[in-house]
């Protein structure tokens, strides 16, 4: 199943760009696909963004297109979710998953305040 690891995130305020990094270890990561998920508070988890085995092949949440960006580096194993002008709704803890399989992140927090 191999794991992901997801360091970084952090507090930030209305407007500020972040980006957060997905780790992957013990499995073929440049086969395979990943998504981030948010999950705001008291809320259910939701998908932000997907990039495929081939980079270019990407797809976004409608909340996502145009401020946020996934992309991948298959040299360093890691997967990044590059997030601009973030807003307040943006705040949770987000999530990256491989594809078609049960291999989650532990999650990183995300607070935006305005």
């Known amino acids: 199943q191999g794991r992901l690891v997801e360091p970084g995130g952090g507090s930030v305020q209305l407007g500020d760009s972040l980006r957060l990094s997905c780790v992957g270890a013990?499995?073929?990561?440049?086969?395979?696909?990943f998504s981030w998920y948010h999950q705001a508070p008291g809320k259910e988890r939701k998908h932000v963004a997907t990039i495929y085995s081939t980079p270019t092949l990407t797809k976004y949440s409608d909340s996502a297109k145009g401020r946020f960006t996934i992309s991948r580096n298959n040299r360093e194993n890691t997967v990044y979710l590059q997030m601009t002008n973030l807003k307040p709704e943006d705040t949770g803890v987000y999530y990256c998953?491989?594809?078609?399989?049960?291999?989650w992140g532990q999650g990183t927090q995300v607070t935006v305040s305005s």
């Open positions: 998953h491989r594809m078609n399989c049960a291999t």
């Open positions: 013990g499995f073929p990561f440049s086969g395979a696909a």
